[in-house]
């Protein structure tokens, strides 16, 4: 009889230390850079602790239209973010006409939540083609 009242104590306190445990939501964070006419790209996005990254760590100059990086914070809050310019070879420090279109997007758990085309979220200096930039504050601009 003690055995069993022992076994039904112990049971109820895992039961109930379970239930209370807040458990955060995984989040998972997908950067994506699009680029017309097939344009290679550079820049620099945030990872998983925070950090900054150039593109040029990742082995490579530029990188493909179409590139992904995914990845789930290690960190809360963070703020992720991701800059990217379009490789134009013809276009001067400064004048970048000539220079394709670049779109920075931000996917929270597969849902696009930020994206940008040749501007920056809430610069003020205009948009200037081939250059796009985004952000996000996690968790305070996400909601499940």
């Known amino acids: 009889m003690k055995?069993?009242?022992f076994i039904l104590i112990l049971c109820s306190f895992f039961l109930f230390s379970c239930e209370n445990e807040d458990e955060k939501p995984v989040v998972k964070v997908t950067y994506e850079v699009i680029t017309s006419g097939g344009a290679e790209w550079?820049?620099?996005?945030?990872?998983?602790?925070?950090q900054r990254i150039n593109t040029?760590?990742?082995g490579s100059s530029t990188l493909p239209s179409g590139w992904k990086y995914e990845f789930e914070p290690k960190i809360s809050p963070i703020i992720v973010t991701i800059h990217g310019t379009a490789d134009c070879p013809t276009c001067g420090d400064t004048e970048r006409m000539e220079s394709e279109d670049i779109?920075?997007?931000i996917?929270?758990?597969?849902?696009?939540?930020?994206?940008?085309?040749?501007?920056?979220?809430?610069c003020t200096g205009g948009s200037i083609k081939g250059l796009a930039t985004t952000w996000m504050k996690l968790p305070e601009e996400f909601e499940d």
Request: with cysteine; proline share 0%; aromatic share 12%.
């Open 56 to 58: 040029t760590e990742l």
């Open 107 to 122: 996917y929270i758990n597969g849902k696009l939540e930020q994206t940008q085309t040749n501007n920056c979220r809430e």
């Open 3 to 5: 055995q069993s009242f």
């Open 42 to 50: 550079y820049g620099e996005f945030d990872d998983e602790n925070g």
């Open 103 to 105: 779109t920075v997007n």
